[in-house]
């Protein structure tokens, strides 16, 4: 089945992740200071000054990014750090321009991407997600410390450093690392080797494990999957929860991107052997395997049927089919059935951003009447909560010009 070449099957899925996320606003907020230049001139800015470069990569579309540019970047903390101590650039990785030729560049693959370079633009560090003003304070920090930057750690295992201490601190650097030549599988697997059975109960290697995210063979993730029972203590038994459902969803969305039956049938039975709910899980198994494969139709038929039997509050579930469906699906019945589980996630939880799918979803199948009304909703929810309504406006519009006709 084709990919429509507007938007990225890869990129949308890394938008996609949903782990919530709500900095505070208790501190006076300024902002970054992205230079309003070209990549050469702030070579040029940052040699002459004697400053590292910060490269802050988004796109448009990228929901953690609004939220690290609306509720991070302008907090005074953050800006008193990264103005002090980098030159910053912001790119468009998909401006079909200098954003788009640096993302090829430096293999930037993820969203939002934090780039750290000295003043000779030699890569100290990488770093990305959605993430707290103190994780993104400690980020610079990290790239600015020999003990503690990416690339300073690659050339000591490269030079054949082995201690545990180094594997656990390298492991920990190569999280952010998205580059197909990462040896972040391979650092993880040394490093829980050095590790007894009792060693890996610590508090400090859970932690560490329940971090990654890696192959679903890899002793991490068998691990983190086989043991649930021991992270409780550390986490929220939900977020543990959450956490290991998503090992099972995204391990099946990567089956049916391969066609692989035999990884398929793998995560089945660590579904049915490793959950209580085996059931709901084996449901989002399949779920996930059609949307690896873009079978858009039996991704809604599925989807549907779990909003309706076995979903319960799951509205990020049925949110993400949402936003496949509007991206990707053609067929109108298949646009239907992404109608009907918008209005299952709007019961479950009504917000800005899920309105506006639900009228993007009612317009591609013809219900402009309804679509005008969701939109509008969409438009007023983000307006009283101070959220972008920018999209949906653009909807409105549209809209308001279609009915006039």
Not at 146 to 161: H, I, M, Q, V
Not at 179 to 191: C, H
Not at 308 to 333: I, Q
Request: charged share 25%; aromatic share 12%; proline share 3%.
């Amino acid at each position: 089945m084709p990919v429509p070449s507007k938007i990225s099957f890869n990129l949308l899925t890394a938008l996609l992740l949903f782990i919530a996320f709500r900095p505070a606003r208790a501190q006076e907020k300024t902002g970054i200071n992205f230079a309003a230049s070209s990549w050469e001139q702030v070579l040029h800015t940052a040699k002459r000054e004697g400053k590292a470069i910060f490269l802050y990569a988004s796109t448009p579309g990228c929901r953690y990014c609004r939220q690290m540019e609306k509720e991070v970047f302008p907090m005074a903390a953050v800006s008193d750090f990264y103005n002090t101590r980098f030159v910053s650039f912001q790119i468009n990785m998909e401006d079909k321009g200098e954003g788009e030729a640096l993302a090829k560049k430096y293999g930037i693959t993820s969203f939002p991407s934090y780039l750290y370079f000295d003043q000779e633009a030699e890569l100290l560090h990488q770093s990305g997600a959605g993430k707290s003003a103190e994780e993104f304070i400690e980020d610079g920090k990290n790239a600015l410390n020999p003990e503690k930057a990416l690339f300073t750690l690659k050339k000591r295992y490269d030079t054949g450093e082995r201690s545990p201490s180094f594997l656990l601190q390298y492991s920990q650097a190569l999280g952010f690392y998205r580059q197909a030549d990462s040896p972040e599988e391979k650092v993880v697997e040394e490093y829980l080797a050095t590790q007894t059975p009792p060693q890996l109960e610590s508090e400090e290697n859970l932690n560490f494990i329940f971090s990654r995210y890696l192959a679903f063979h890899s002793p991490a993730t068998q691990y983190l999957l086989q043991n649930q029972q021991k992270f409780s203590p550390l986490f929220k038994e939900e977020e543990v929860k959450r956490r290991a459902e998503r090992i099972i969803t995204r391990t099946a969305q990567a089956a049916g991107s391969e066609n692989n039956l035999v990884l398929l049938k793998d995560v089945q039975q660590a579904a049915a052997a490793n959950f209580k709910e085996a059931e709901r899980l084996a449901a989002l198994t399949m779920i996930y395997f059609y949307a690896g494969q873009q079978d858009w139709h039996r991704y809604a038929k599925e989807t549907l049927a779990y909003s309706k039997s076995k979903a319960v509050n799951d509205w990020r579930t049925l949110y993400e089919t949402g936003m496949y469906l509007n991206a990707f699906a053609k067929e109108k019945e298949t646009l239907k059935m992404g109608v009907q589980i918008m209005k299952k996630v709007l019961k479950l939880h009504r917000d800005p951003e899920n309105l506006s799918l639900y009228a993007q979803l009612l317009h591609a199948t013809g219900k402009n009447q309804s679509a005008y009304k969701a939109a509008k909703a969409a438009v007023e929810a983000a307006n009283a909560t101070g959220e972008d309504a920018r999209q949906a406006q653009a909807l409105l519009t549209e809209l308001k010009q279609t009915l006039k006709k």
